[in-house]
C-alpha cells in the first residue's frame, strides 16, 4: 500500500514522489491534498495532490524540505511505502471559464498550483502564471505549466533566471498590459499576504489557497483555523481555497509559527540520527 | 445489608499524575464478591430500567456472587459488546446505579454496579479465555460500517455474527473513534480497546484505516463494489469555539486538538514527531468529560496551575462525578459561574491572558438548568498560556456533506426511523453521536446493536422476498 514508484529531485530541497494510490488517483480533482504519515511515531502532515494518474493508479506529491516530516517524507526512496496516506481531502477548486487567469506560485507552491493550471486551461480560459523563486535551482515544474499556461512569467529575487524581481512586480506588469479577470495565487504565506494586496489594487478576484498547519485534515481538531471575512473558517474542510482578499494573513503567520522552537528542535534531533 | 459499598482502589494522586497510569485499580475477587452480595436480586429490579441497553445487571452480579466469573462475562455480553470499556466509561449515577433500589428505596448508597461490570470484563481479558462469539456460517452479503467507534464497532460484530461479510471503514490511522483519540490511556487504556478490536477481527470483520467514505470513495462506488447495507457511526466531528474576540492566538485550541496531539499522536512522547505546547498556567473551559480529561492531560503534562472555567455551578456540571472527584483530588482548579469573555496576547502571538467575567443562576432554560446570566462589572484577568476550549462539537458532516438526498436535522445530524434507526435511504442506517449529537458511549453501541437488527431483517426481507 501507498508505495512509492518514482522519485526525482527537483532541487536540493524539492522533491518529486509518484505513489501508489489507485482510489485516491480516481476520487481526487484539482485542488484536493492529502494527509501523510511515515512511521508509527510519524506526525501527519498536509500535501497538495500536484498530479495523478488514473490509469496508473498514482499520484504525484512535490515536497519541500523545511522540518522533520517532511525530510522523512523525502528520505524514502522507491520501493519504499507510506505507513499512512489519506485523501482527498479539502474542497476542489472551483473551476469556469472567466477569460484571463493570472496564475501566481511562488517557491513550491508551484506543485499546488499545476492542477488547477491544468483544469482553468482546459475550461478555456486564457492562462497567464508567474512562476517566482528565490534563484534559478528552486524553479521547479516549469515544462509542466509551459504545457497548460499560454505564457509562463519567471521571476527570481536574484535575477538567475527570467526576470529580476519579486512575484507582485511580474503581477503588476501583466495587470498593467491587460484585463486580468481572475487570480490564483499559492505559496509561502508572506507572498499570498503581498500578492492579495496587489490585486487588491487593480480589482482583481482572487484565490490563495491556504497552507495551515493540520492534524486530522477532516475538521474535527481546528488546529487550521483562519479567520475570514471576520468569520473562522477551518482550511481543511472549508478551503484550502479562500478570497484571497477577506483572509486575515497577519494572523495566518502568527498561527504557522505556533510550534516553531520544538519544529526545530525536532529537525535537528533528526538530522543529527541521521549523521550517525 | 449493613454492608457498605465496596471502595474503588486508586493510584494517589500524587503518584498518578505523574503518569498516564490507569487511575482506577479495578476489584480483588474478594472486593467484588462482597459487593455482589449487596445486591438484593430485587423481583422487579429497577436497575435494568436506568440501563440503556438493558443489560440483565442482577443476573451478572448473582454470578460474580457465586464466583464464576466468566459467566459473568459472558452475561454482560449477551447485551453489551464492550463491558470493560462501559464499566469504566458510562454514567452510572445517572443510569442504572440511580435506578438500583439502595438509592431509589432506601436513600443508601447503590450497587457499585459499574465496578463489577469492569471486575467481570477484566477478569475474562486476563484469563486469557476471552471468549470469541460464534458467527453463524457466511452469507457473502457485504456490509459496510462507516466510523470505528463505539457504535460501528457494536454494529459489526453483530453482522458478523449474522454471518455477514463486514468491512469497517476509518477515516484516521487507529480503529476506535472517541475510545482511542478522545479519552485518555488514565481512564480508559487503549490495550482494552484492541482486545475487542482483535476479538472483532477473529470473528472475519475487516478494517480499512485511512479510508474516508464519501471522499476516498463514494457510497455510489462502494455499491459497485458489491456493498448492500451501510451504517453509518461517524461520530461528532467540528468543534465549537465561542467567538470572543483573541480566541484564534497561537495556545488556544479545541479539546479536540489538545487530546488528539496527546492520545492518537503521542504528541507528549519526546520520541514522535508530533508537537504540543502545554503550559504552566492551563485553563480549559467547559465542564463536561471532555473538559475534564483535557485538564486532567493538562496536568499530567506538567502544568502548575490546570483550570476548570465552567460559566454554570459544580451541580450542573455535565461530567461523570468520578471524573470530577478525581480531577479534585489531582488539585484541578475549579473556577465555576465564570466565563471567558477575552483573550490577550503577547507580542509573539501566544495567548497570555484570559478575561472572564462571573455570572449568577438565572431561570431554568430549555435545558431544565438555570440560564447563567453575565454580572456586570465583574470581569477579571488570569494569566493563561495554554487555553483548551471545550465547549461541544457539532455533528461531522462528512458524510451528509457527500451525500444531498440524506435527511438530516437543522442541527447537522442524521435523521433516522427511532425505532429501526433506518435514515432517508433505506440501505442504509446511522446510530451514535451523528445522530444524537453528543451522547454517550453506552448509548452508541446500543444504536449499533439495533442498527444491526433492523438492517438483518431488512436486507433478509429484501433479498428472500
Ligand atoms: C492544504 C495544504 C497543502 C500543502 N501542500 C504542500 C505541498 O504540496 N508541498 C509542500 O512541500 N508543502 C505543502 N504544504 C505544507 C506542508 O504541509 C508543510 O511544509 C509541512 O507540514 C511541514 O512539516 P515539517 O515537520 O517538515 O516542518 P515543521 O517542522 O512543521 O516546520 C518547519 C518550519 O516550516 C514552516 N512551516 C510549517 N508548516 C508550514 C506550512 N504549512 N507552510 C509554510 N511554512 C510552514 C514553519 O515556520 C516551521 O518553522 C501544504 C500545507 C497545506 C495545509
Ligand atoms: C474526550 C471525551 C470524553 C468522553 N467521555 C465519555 C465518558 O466518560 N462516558 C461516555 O459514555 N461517553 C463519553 N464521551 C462521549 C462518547 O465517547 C461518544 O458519545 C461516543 O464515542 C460516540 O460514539 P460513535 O460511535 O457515535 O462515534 P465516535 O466515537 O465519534 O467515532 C466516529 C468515528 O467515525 C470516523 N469517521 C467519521 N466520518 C467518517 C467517514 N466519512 N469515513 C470513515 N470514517 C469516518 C471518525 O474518524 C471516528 O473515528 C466522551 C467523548 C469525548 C470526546
Ligand atoms: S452498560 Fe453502563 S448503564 Fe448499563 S449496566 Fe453497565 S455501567 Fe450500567
Ligand atoms: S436494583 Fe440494585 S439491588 Fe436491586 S437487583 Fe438491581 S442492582 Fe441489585
Ligand atoms: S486540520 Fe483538524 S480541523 Fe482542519
Redesign the interface.
Same mark, same amino acid.
Given at each position: 500500500m501507498n508505495k512509492i514508484v518514482e522519485k526525482e529531485h527537483f532541487s536540493e530541497n524539492v522533491v518529486r514522489l509518484e505513489i501508489e494510490a489507485p482510489?485516491?488517483a480516481k476520487?481526487r480533482r484539482a485542488g484536493h491534498f492529502v494527509i501523510v504519515?511515515v512511521?508509527e511515531?510519524?506526525?501527519?502532515i498536509p500535501l497538495t495532490i500536484a498530479a495523478a494518474n488514473p490509469e496508473r493508479g498514482t499520484i504525484t506529491l512535490v515536497i519541500q524540505k523545511v522540518g522533520?516530516?517532511s525530510r522523512?517524507i523525502t528520505d524514502l526512496n522507491v520501493g519504499d511505502e507510506l505507513?499512512? @496516506?489519506?485523501?482527498? @481531502?479539502g474542497e476542489a477548486t472551483h473551476i469556469e471559464k472567466v477569460g484571463t487567469v493570472l496564475a501566481c506560485g511562488g517557491g513550491v507552491g508551484v506543485a499546488p498550483l499545476l492542477p488547477i493550471v491544468e483544469a482553468l486551461k482546459k475550461a478555456g480560459n486564457r492562462v497567464v502564471t508567474i512562476l517566482a523563486a528565490r534563484t534559478k535551482d528552486l524553479v521547479i515544474l516549469e515544462e509542466q505549466i509551459a504545457e497548460y499556461s499560454d505564457e509562463v512569467i519567471i521571476m527570481t529575487d536574484d535575477g538567475s533566471y527570467g526576470k529580476k524581481g519579486l512575484i507582485t512586480d511580474g503581477m503588476k506588469e501583466v495587470m498593467e498590459r491587460e484585463k486580468v479577470d481572475e487570480a490564483v495565487v499559492i505559496g509561502p504565506a508572506i507572498m499570498m499576504k503581498f500578492a492579495a494586496l496587489t490585486t487588491k489594487e487593480y480589482n482583481v478576484p482572487t484565490v490563495a489557497s491556504l497552507n495551515t498547519i493540520m492534524?486530522?485534515g477532516?475538521?474535527?481538531?481546528?488546529?487550521c483555523?483562519?479567520?475570514v471575512g471576520g468569520k473562522?473558517k477551518?482550511v481543511c474542510?472549508d478551503g484550502p481555497e479562500f478570497d484571497a482578499h477577506q483572509v486575515d494573513f497577519d494572523?495566518m503567520l @502568527?498561527?504557522l509559527?505556533?510550534?516553531k522552537e520544538?519544529?526545530k528542535g525536532?529537525e535537528q534531533q533528526y538530522l543529527k540520527s541521521k549523521d550517525k | 445489608t449493613a454492608l457498605k459499598r465496596v471502595h474503588m482502589g486508586e493510584v494517589a494522586p500524587n503518584e498518578r499524575v505523574k503518569s498516564n497510569v490507569e487511575v482506577n485499580t479495578g476489584l480483588t475477587a474478594d472486593e467484588a464478591i462482597d459487593e455482589a452480595r449487596r445486591c438484593l436480586d430485587c423481583p422487579d429490579p429497577t436497575c435494568i430500567t436506568g440501563c440503556p441497553v438493558e443489560i440483565n445487571i442482577p443476573k451478572f452480579i448473582k454470578r460474580i456472587e457465586l464466583g464464576e466469573f466468566l459467566d459473568a462475562a459472558r452475561v454482560l455480553k449477551e447485551t453489551s459488546a464492550l463491558p470493560a470499556v462501559c464499566g469504566r466509561v458510562c454514567p452510572q449515577e445517572k443510569q442504572c446505579e440511580a435506578k438500583c433500589f439502595y438509592q431509589v428505596k432506601m436513600q443508601k448508597e447503590p450497587v457499585a454496579i459499574g465496578y463489577l461490570e469492569r471486575f467481570a470484563a477484566d477478569y475474562e481479558r486476563e484469563s486469557g479465555q476471552i471468549s470469541v462469539p460464534e458467527v453463524a456460517a457466511p452469507n457473502g452479503i457485504k456490509v459496510a460500517v462507516i466510523g470505528s467507534g463505539p457504535a460501528g464497532l457494536t454494529f459489526a460484530g453483530d453482522m458478523a455474527k449474522h454471518g455477514y461479510d463486514v468491512t469497517v471503514f476509518e477515516a484516521l490511522h487507529q480503529i476506535g473513534g472517541v475510545l482511542k483519540y478522545g479519552i485518555p490511556e488514565f481512564r480508559l487504556p487503549n490495550s482494552i480497546v484492541d482486545v475487542e478490536i482483535d476479538n472483532l477481527k477473529k470473528m472475519g470483520v475487516k478494517f480499512e484505516t485511512n479510508f474516508i467514505v464519501g471522499r476516498t470513495a463514494t457510497i455510489e462506488d462502494l455499491k459497485e463494489e458489491g456493498f448492500q447495507g451501510f451504517f453509518t457511526g461517524s461520530g461528532a466531528g467540528l468543534p465549537r469555539f465561542m467567538n470572543i474576540p483573541g480566541e484564534n492566538y497561537i495556545g488556544i485550541l479545541s479539546s479536540n486538538e489538545y487530546l488528539t496531539r496527546v492520545n492518537l499522536m503521542d504528541a507528549a512522547n519526546p520520541a514522535t514527531d508530533t508537537p504540543i505546547i502545554s503550559g504552566k498556567n492551563v485553563a480549559v473551559i467547559g465542564g463536561g468529560n471532555t473538559a475534564m480529561d483535557s485538564v486532567r492531560t493538562a496536568k499530567r503534562l506538567g502544568a502548575d496551575r490546570a483550570m476548570i472555567i465552567y460559566r454554570r455551578s459544580m451541580e450542573e456540571m455535565p461530567a461523570r462525578v468520578e471524573e470530577i472527584k478525581h480531577a479534585q483530588e489531582e488539585g484541578i482548579e475549579f473556577m465555576t459561574l465564570t466565563n471567558p469573555v477575552e483573550y490577550f496576547a503577547d507580542e509573539t502571538g501566544r495567548v497570555s491572558k484570559v478575561r472572564v467575567q462571573k455570572m449568577e443562576l438565572g431561570e431554568p432554560d430549555a435545558s431544565g438548568r438555570r440560564r447563567p446570566v453575565p454580572m456586570e462589572g465583574s470581569e477579571y484577568d488570569i494569566e493563561v498560556d495554554t487555553v483548551v476550549v471545550s465547549v461541544g462539537v457539532s455533528p461531522n458532516p462528512l458524510i451528509p456533506s457527500s451525500l444531498p438526498q440524506l435527511e438530516t436535522t437543522r442541527w447537522g445530524t442524521i435523521v433516522v426511523d427511532e425505532e429501526k434507526l433506518q435514515t432517508s435511504i433505506p440501505e442504509m442506517f446511522a446510530g451514535g453521536d451523528i445522530v444524537r449529537g453528543g451522547a454517550t458511549v453506552i448509548l452508541a453501541m446500543g444504536d449499533g446493536r439495533n442498527a444491526a437488527a433492523s438492517m438483518h431483517n431488512y436486507l433478509q426481507d429484501k433479498l428472500n422476498p
Amino acid at each position: 500500500m501507498n508505495k512509492i514508484v518514482e522519485k526525482e529531485h527537483f532541487s536540493e530541497n524539492v522533491v518529486r514522489l509518484e505513489i501508489e494510490a489507485p482510489r485516491i488517483a480516481k476520487a481526487r480533482r484539482a485542488g484536493h491534498f492529502v494527509i501523510v504519515k511515515v512511521g508509527e511515531t510519524g506526525e501527519r502532515i498536509p500535501l497538495t495532490i500536484a498530479a495523478a494518474n488514473p490509469e496508473r493508479g498514482t499520484i504525484t506529491l512535490v515536497i519541500q524540505k523545511v522540518g522533520v516530516s517532511s525530510r522523512r517524507i523525502t528520505d524514502l526512496n522507491v520501493g519504499d511505502e507510506l505507513t499512512d @496516506l489519506v485523501g482527498p @481531502l479539502g474542497e476542489a477548486t472551483h473551476i469556469e471559464k472567466v477569460g484571463t487567469v493570472l496564475a501566481c506560485g511562488g517557491g513550491v507552491g508551484v506543485a499546488p498550483l499545476l492542477p488547477i493550471v491544468e483544469a482553468l486551461k482546459k475550461a478555456g480560459n486564457r492562462v497567464v502564471t508567474i512562476l517566482a523563486a528565490r534563484t534559478k535551482d528552486l524553479v521547479i515544474l516549469e515544462e509542466q505549466i509551459a504545457e497548460y499556461s499560454d505564457e509562463v512569467i519567471i521571476m527570481t529575487d536574484d535575477g538567475s533566471y527570467g526576470k529580476k524581481g519579486l512575484i507582485t512586480d511580474g503581477m503588476k506588469e501583466v495587470m498593467e498590459r491587460e484585463k486580468v479577470d481572475e487570480a490564483v495565487v499559492i505559496g509561502p504565506a508572506i507572498m499570498m499576504k503581498f500578492a492579495a494586496l496587489t490585486t487588491k489594487e487593480y480589482n482583481v478576484p482572487t484565490v490563495a489557497s491556504l497552507n495551515t498547519i493540520m492534524v486530522d485534515g477532516t475538521g474535527m481538531c481546528g488546529a487550521c483555523r483562519i479567520t475570514v471575512g471576520g468569520k473562522t473558517k477551518f482550511v481543511c474542510v472549508d478551503g484550502p481555497e479562500f478570497d484571497a482578499h477577506q483572509v486575515d494573513f497577519d494572523e495566518m503567520l @502568527l498561527r504557522l509559527n505556533g510550534y516553531k522552537e520544538i519544529e526545530k528542535g525536532a529537525e535537528q534531533q533528526y538530522l543529527k540520527s541521521k549523521d550517525k | 445489608t449493613a454492608l457498605k459499598r465496596v471502595h474503588m482502589g486508586e493510584v494517589a494522586p500524587n503518584e498518578r499524575v505523574k503518569s498516564n497510569v490507569e487511575v482506577n485499580t479495578g476489584l480483588t475477587a474478594d472486593e467484588a464478591i462482597d459487593e455482589a452480595r449487596r445486591c438484593l436480586d430485587c423481583p422487579d429490579p429497577t436497575c435494568i430500567t436506568g440501563c440503556p441497553v438493558e443489560i440483565n445487571i442482577p443476573k451478572f452480579i448473582k454470578r460474580i456472587e457465586l464466583g464464576e466469573f466468566l459467566d459473568a462475562a459472558r452475561v454482560l455480553k449477551e447485551t453489551s459488546a464492550l463491558p470493560a470499556v462501559c464499566g469504566r466509561v458510562c454514567p452510572q449515577e445517572k443510569q442504572c446505579e440511580a435506578k438500583c433500589f439502595y438509592q431509589v428505596k432506601m436513600q443508601k448508597e447503590p450497587v457499585a454496579i459499574g465496578y463489577l461490570e469492569r471486575f467481570a470484563a477484566d477478569y475474562e481479558r486476563e484469563s486469557g479465555q476471552i471468549s470469541v462469539p460464534e458467527v453463524a456460517a457466511p452469507n457473502g452479503i457485504k456490509v459496510a460500517v462507516i466510523g470505528s467507534g463505539p457504535a460501528g464497532l457494536t454494529f459489526a460484530g453483530d453482522m458478523a455474527k449474522h454471518g455477514y461479510d463486514v468491512t469497517v471503514f476509518e477515516a484516521l490511522h487507529q480503529i476506535g473513534g472517541v475510545l482511542k483519540y478522545g479519552i485518555p490511556e488514565f481512564r480508559l487504556p487503549n490495550s482494552i480497546v484492541d482486545v475487542e478490536i482483535d476479538n472483532l477481527k477473529k470473528m472475519g470483520v475487516k478494517f480499512e484505516t485511512n479510508f474516508i467514505v464519501g471522499r476516498t470513495a463514494t457510497i455510489e462506488d462502494l455499491k459497485e463494489e458489491g456493498f448492500q447495507g451501510f451504517f453509518t457511526g461517524s461520530g461528532a466531528g467540528l468543534p465549537r469555539f465561542m467567538n470572543i474576540p483573541g480566541e484564534n492566538y497561537i495556545g488556544i485550541l479545541s479539546s479536540n486538538e489538545y487530546l488528539t496531539r496527546v492520545n492518537l499522536m503521542d504528541a507528549a512522547n519526546p520520541a514522535t514527531d508530533t508537537p504540543i505546547i502545554s503550559g504552566k498556567n492551563v485553563a480549559v473551559i467547559g465542564g463536561g468529560n471532555t473538559a475534564m480529561d483535557s485538564v486532567r492531560t493538562a496536568k499530567r503534562l506538567g502544568a502548575d496551575r490546570a483550570m476548570i472555567i465552567y460559566r454554570r455551578s459544580m451541580e450542573e456540571m455535565p461530567a461523570r462525578v468520578e471524573e470530577i472527584k478525581h480531577a479534585q483530588e489531582e488539585g484541578i482548579e475549579f473556577m465555576t459561574l465564570t466565563n471567558p469573555v477575552e483573550y490577550f496576547a503577547d507580542e509573539t502571538g501566544r495567548v497570555s491572558k484570559v478575561r472572564v467575567q462571573k455570572m449568577e443562576l438565572g431561570e431554568p432554560d430549555a435545558s431544565g438548568r438555570r440560564r447563567p446570566v453575565p454580572m456586570e462589572g465583574s470581569e477579571y484577568d488570569i494569566e493563561v498560556d495554554t487555553v483548551v476550549v471545550s465547549v461541544g462539537v457539532s455533528p461531522n458532516p462528512l458524510i451528509p456533506s457527500s451525500l444531498p438526498q440524506l435527511e438530516t436535522t437543522r442541527w447537522g445530524t442524521i435523521v433516522v426511523d427511532e425505532e429501526k434507526l433506518q435514515t432517508s435511504i433505506p440501505e442504509m442506517f446511522a446510530g451514535g453521536d451523528i445522530v444524537r449529537g453528543g451522547a454517550t458511549v453506552i448509548l452508541a453501541m446500543g444504536d449499533g446493536r439495533n442498527a444491526a437488527a433492523s438492517m438483518h431483517n431488512y436486507l433478509q426481507d429484501k433479498l428472500n422476498p
